[in-house]
């Protein structure tokens, strides 16, 4: 393999892995500090909302500049928010206001992050000799892997190091992703010239969300991912833990997250093998197929064992479903707006968890935590339904498509 992807792959574990260890570890750092729930859900909810911004606005500038230097930056700026912490902590000591305030920082890499090394990700097939499922699908496989070892890296930390000091480990685990992109030649990330550079930037931003609104194709994959994240972070967020809660099991819910975590990588992994042997309507349809099935074992909460197999299922049938979206998505969209683009769908991604915890919240409060599960199972149903159909027919290749086509014309003559 050349080194145009193992540099793209090695800083996006690190990156991922990086991020997977803060969100466990800063909620704790947060209550360690302060002593105070209320500080912890103050630092979210302050944070939540600037990450939601920066993703939507920064994928013009990531439109703009390099996009090998947009993904650097990002790393660094996220290196920086971090490491800010443990310094003053040494200086004179943590408040919640300067948690806040560094999660506004962070905010500015971690969401635009993701949307440059996305963005980047075509020039990365181009100049890697890879076949775009192979390398979608090993990078779901390692995304996997980066969720699955964060959070017990994150426990193994937080025993080792005293407070803010572990906070060095994801400053260091950015900084090295930014000096692995640099490895990729420049040139790679170059982004052509287009006539949409002279226009102002609430334009750019329009033109992007022209795309991706106008475009039946791209709206029903998005809106298909926002409802799988809506479905899963409800799960994870807060109808599992009350399950397990009532259930008098607790520790049994890191064993279901990880068992979700071992599926998506298992997934991720026979895509990147097979993907290009089988039909993309093949993956398609049995990865919504398996997605459901396993949300439906899931909702019916009758066992811990029927829940730990559904949340495999999930994973498992994500794992190669999120591949072949990934696939679809790098096909799809306009290069020269692809930071807007999916700037916007990693915005709505970055705020689809809350709704998703929040609408499982209530559907317990007035109901049972068995009448979220199913109403959530519903939700993901009604999706496939509403936007599966209209994918079916437009899930190959741009240029196998052309070539039918063609050949479609001809014979009609």
């Not at 490491?83 to 500015?108: E, R, Y």
Request: charged share 10%; net charge neutral; glycine share 10%.
């Amino acid at each position: 393999m050349k080194i145009v992807p193992v540099a793209y792959l090695s800083s996006y574990l690190l990156s991922l892995l990086g991020n997977s260890i803060a969100a466990v570890a800063l909620p704790l750092i947060v209550l360690q500090v302060t002593g105070s729930a209320l500080s912890a859900g103050i630092v979210a909810a302050a944070t939540a909302v600037p990450a939601v911004l920066a993703g939507l606005f920064m994928g013009v500038v990531i439109d703009r500049i390099n996009r090998r230097t947009s993904s650097v930056v990002t790393d660094l700026v996220s290196a920086a928010s971090v490491a800010a912490l443990p310094i003053i902590d040494m200086i004179t000591g943590l408040s919640v206001g300067w948690f806040v305030l560094f999660g506004i920082v962070g905010s500015l890499g971690d969401v635009p992050g993701m949307t440059a090394r996305d963005a980047l990700l075509p020039a990365i097939v181009r100049h890697g000799s890879l076949a775009s499922e192979r390398l979608v699908g090993i990078r779901e496989s390692l995304g996997a892997g980066a969720l699955l070892l964060g959070p017990a890296a994150a426990g193994t930390l937080m025993a080792v190091f005293d407070g803010s000091t572990l906070l060095w480990v994801t400053a260091t685990t950015s900084l090295i992703a930014a000096l692995l992109t640099l490895l990729i030649p420049n040139s790679v990330g170059k982004i052509a010239e287009s006539p949409a550079t002279v226009s102002n930037s609430w334009q750019q931003l329009r033109e992007g969300w022209r795309v991706l609104f106008g475009s039946t194709f791209l709206l029903a994959t998005t809106m298909l991912t926002v409802a799988s994240v809506i479905v899963l972070a409800a799960l994870q967020g807060l109808i599992l833990p009350v399950y397990f809660t009532l259930a008098e099991q607790p520790g049994r819910l890191g064993f279901v997250l990880t068992a979700l975590a071992a599926g998506t990588l298992v997934g991720g992994a026979v895509y990147a093998v097979t993907g290009t042997r089988v039909r993309r309507r093949t993956w398609f349809v049995t990865g919504l197929a398996g997605i459901t099935f396993g949300f439906a074992l899931i909702a019916t909460l009758s066992s811990v064992c029927v829940v730990f197999g559904g949340a495999f299922a999930v994973g498992l049938a994500s794992g190669s479903f999120g591949s072949l979206l990934g696939v679809l998505m790098l096909e799809r969209i306009p290069d020269d707006m692809r930071g807007r683009v999916m700037g916007t769908q990693n915005a709505v991604l970055t705020a689809a968890p809350s709704v998703g915890i929040l609408g499982a919240a209530l559907l317990t409060q007035y109901g049972s935590v068995n009448v979220a599960a199913i109403v959530l199972t519903g939700v993901w149903l009604v999706a496939v339904v509403v936007f599966a159909r209209s994918l079916l027919g437009n899930l190959e290749p741009e240029n196998e498509q052309t070539t039918n086509d063609k050949t479609a014309v001809a014979i009609d003559a």
